[in-house]
T-cell receptor, first 112, second 114 residues
Framework: SQQGEEDPQALSIQEGENATMNCSYK?????LQWYRQNSGRGLVHLIL?????REKHSGRLRVTLDTSKKSSSLLITASRAADTASYFC????????????FGKGTKLTVNP | DTAVSQTPKYLVTQMGNDKSIKCEQN?????MYWYKQDSKKFLKIMFS???????INETVPNRFSPKSPDKAHLNLHINSLELGDSAVYFC?????????????FGSGTRLTVV
């Protein structure tokens, strides 16, 4: 069953601006991960945040996690045209078998 | 070298045919997965194997049969293909119990049933 719901479904910004995508989920989790998918390609793992972490950084990426609200956000700073892709959150749920449950994704377009 | 490779990349076939998709990983991972991505980009897990043993079998028609000859390979055979099977199928791998490193995905197989 679907777990994550990304918001917005689509986002269009100018190069240099920041992009923020949100993800909400329903059950308790072990960790939450963000993936990027370029058009016609497979998914690439970006960053993972554990359930006991609140914020994590990796380069221009910043992920926050609020387990009380069952939500996460992905911030891409100083966006580039090459950041154009779909972004998915995925949860590794507590008590369940090891599998990632993906949201529907946010399609980000960065205009040069 | 590609870490998770799938073949073929594209597959166009008629309804009722039987087809297979192959997946191989050279990462030394012990767990492999098949995901299906529909036309709305929604990804749903189908199967997972750990060291050749089936550990996840979601509600998938029994026309779909995975086979793992060894922990580096996970193939997907589909019998009596239907129009609704058209989708992109992704293979992925990970190390069980070490999901902290995330999954590594293949580039996908776009299946079109006509």
């Amino acid at each position: 069953s679907q777990q994550g719901e990304e918001d917005p479904q689509a986002l269009s910004i100018q190069e240099g601006e920041n992009a923020t995508m949100n993800c909400s989920y329903k059950t308790s989790i072990n960790n939450l991960q963000w993936y990027r998918q370029n058009s016609g390609r497979g998914l690439v793992h970006l960053i993972l945040i554990r359930s006991n972490e609140r914020e994590k950084h990796s380069g221009r990426l910043r992920v926050t996690l609020d387990t009380s609200k069952k939500s996460s956000s992905l911030l891409i700073t100083a966006s580039r045209a090459a950041d154009t892709a779909s972004y998915f959150c995925a949860t590794d749920n507590q008590g369940g078998s090891e599998k990632l449950v993906f949201g529907k994704g946010t399609k980000l377009t960065v205009n040069p | 070298d590609t870490a998770v490779s799938q073949t073929p990349k594209y597959l166009v076939t008629q309804m009722g045919n039987d087809k297979s998709i192959k997946c191989e990983q050279n990462l030394g991972h012990d767990t492999m997965y098949w995901y299906k991505q529909d036309s709305k980009k929604f990804l749903k897990i189908m199967f997972s194997y750990n060291n050749k043993e089936l550990i996840i079998n979601e509600t998938v028609p029994n026309r779909f049969s995975p086979k793992s000859p060894d922990k580096a390979h996970l193939n997907l055979h589909i019998n009596s293909l239907e129009l609704g099977d058209s989708a992109v199928y992704f293979c992925a791998s990970s190390v069980r119990g070490q999901g902290l490193r995330g999954y590594t995905f293949g580039s996908g197989t776009r299946l079109t049933v006509v």
